[in-house]
């Protein structure tokens, strides 16, 4: 059973990053759709502000579909990197910053290739969403089975 | 790992935005799977190994104040957690108990330590309704991650037992005067010799069992093996005769007159097995004769006597009145009797008449159970016989008169007094009060002790004991 919201308090996360990805995606939403990109932004950092970044980071994504439907190319990362720092700062301020966001970082980039790749390889839209689904599943159950080992949570009866 | 609500939300968005790939195909929305992926692992990843850091880091002790506890006896348990770093983990601690532990709510058995505080300790108090013995169980440690994204459920082991005992009687002192005596019973000299072995009775066979003792006869009639058990011969004869009634009832639960009486007449019990010495049994209930044994040295018979001491409970009746005063023994009614016919009193004229029989008082007495038992003991037992009496000192000339008929014919007898003022409960309200009561009670035994043929001791809680003679050193 997972644990309530309630019972945790209010997580502080780093403003500055927070401040920079609401800047950025500013610029570049403005930059790719014009006054409505603008309003979208605006739309994003006000969700940064009541949710938290990584709310923001989802939003900016699916209102990037509505500001710039046919984006590619160079555009679509100029607008990524500038998404970039909402996900940064989605992890608490107490993080061990560089070294955790670098491995945000890395798993982000990684996962995008993976994105580009499976577009190149695989027709079927279904089997784009389930290849990258698939390999976060997969990969997040090993770190599961990693973190059992380690806290010596397995049994020997255990496959 | 569990994750926390807040994690499924997030989740839930990654979700959202895989819907919205699959439907439009999106690669914009793919890469906004990729990110929330990308937040999920590196943060499951670091969550890991901030726990086992965490873990790593903790030393948690719970300690007893003490190992051994008795029944239902209120034990302080001391938790302490400790980290060797601070840690950005939320860290909840909870000891549980073992299963048959009355303790506090589990709220009270937590001790949190908030992210970046090293050390955190609580105690409580748990008891155990039963005796035995029991491992504490591994404490539980549930761990949170500072963006209270997981949490995590690990135990960690504690190395502790806690011996529970049954409620009976500790530091027993058997003594007089306050002085402890080495040796109340044990080996003596046997008299005149046995005289060789004398039936005592025909039981089945069981294994183990000699197979020079079986009776073929008896075994011929029967149709199965049978032995015949024998017990040994010697000229002095040990009879104890514990005194049950609802007197006895005095003290704590499992520390009463009568547990204290048991525990001295079990010791006579065993010395009398080791040494082969015949014992016999009689427990003075209200009523009159709760259970006898006459003497053995059968190893059945021993068992029997010890299974009745184990099993003896003091039997209900009226609580006897102290009775320092009364005047039941016929010399005191004779004197009351001629102060009172020297008066002209109204009271002195209505109260003659009770005293004028005086020896009508010998047939009263004849009543008191233990009189009527010891009076028993010399009609049924035989020979040289060593009375050994365990009782209280609330019915002091009644004893004193049993006492004498149970070292008549020139029997030696021993005498075990459990003071009352020694069992009543809870601490002594007024130490002064209590010695006063205690030296009362000393100058009867003293007086008791003279009688010949007589030795009495006096039994009881040597801590009790203990107070009230530094009340004596402290007047002196």
Known sequence: MSASVADFGPVRRPRGLTALGMVLTLGAFTLVGGGVGTAAAVAVAGIAVLTNPLTAFVGAHLLLFLVAPDIAG?????????????????????????????????????????????????????????????????LGYGIHRYELVRLDLVSESDP | MQPTRRTWQHVGLGGVLAGVGLLAAQPASLVGVAGVGAWLLSTQYRTTHTFAQTVDDLTV?????????????????????????????????????????????????????????????????????????????????????????????????????????????????????????????????????????????????????SLDNIDWKATARQGSPHVRDYESQTDRKTVLVVDQRSDMAVGPEGESMLDFAREVAIGYARSAEELDDPLGLYLVGDDGIAAKQRPTTSTRGYRRI????????????????????????????????????????????TLAPFFAETESYVHRIEGDPLFETLRRVQAEVSGTVWTVVLTSDARRNQLRDAIRLA??????????????????????????????????????????????????????????????????????
Request: net charge negative; with cysteine.
């Open chain 2, 407 to 476: 070292t008549k014919g020139g029997d030696h007898a021993s005498v075990f007094l459990t003071p009352r003022v020694l069992y009543e409960d809870g601490e002594f309200a007024d130490l002064e009060a209590a010695y006063d009561r205690y030296a009362d009670f000393e100058s009867f035994r003293v007086s008791l002790d003279r009688a010949p043929r007589t030795n009495v001791y006096e039994v009881g809680p040597g801590d009790r004991l203990e107070a009230l003679l530094a009340t004596r050193r402290r007047r002196s």
């Open chain 2, 306 to 349: 010890r299974d009745a001491l184990y099993e003896a409970s003091p039997t209900a009746g009226p609580a006897a009145p102290d009775t320092t005063t009364h005047l039941t023994r016929p010399a005191d009614a004779r004197r009351v009797s001629r102060e009172l016919a020297s008066e002209n009193s109204a009271f002195a004229t």
């Open chain 2, 61 to 209: 002790e719970v300690d007893p104040l003490r190992h051994s506890a008795v029944v239902d006896e209120r034990l302080r348990v001391t938790v302490s957690a400790e980290l060797d770093d601070p840690s950005p983990c939320g860290v909840t601690l909870t000891v549980r108990l073992p299963l048959t532990a009355d303790g506090p709510a589990e709220a009270d058995r937590t001790i949190d330590l908030a992210p970046g505080e090293t050390t955190a300790a609580t105690s409580f108090t748990c008891s155990f309704p039963v005796a035995g013995q029991f491992s504490v169980p591994d404490v539980e440690v549930e761990l949170t991650d500072d963006g209270a994204t997981f949490t995590e459920s690990v135990t960690v082991p504690v190395d502790q037992t806690i011996t529970v005992d049954p409620r009976h009687p500790r530091n027993v002192h058997v003594g007089q005067g306050g002085n402890r005596v080495a040796a109340a019973y044990g080996e003596h000299a046997a008299g005149s010799g046995g005289s060789g072995l004398v039936p005592e009775e025909i039981r089945q066979y069981t294994a183990g069992d």
């Open chain 1, 74 to 138: 160079l555009t679509f990362v100029l607008v990524e990197v500038a998404l970039a720092p909402l996900l940064l700062a989605s992890l608490p301020a107490e993080a061990r910053s560089m070294q955790d966001r670098l491995l945000v970082a890395l798993s982000f980039v990684g996962l995008a290739a993976t994105v580009v790749v499976v577009r190149d390889l695989v027709d079927a839209r279904w089997g784009e969403v389930g290849v990258v689904v698939g390999a976060i599943a997969l």
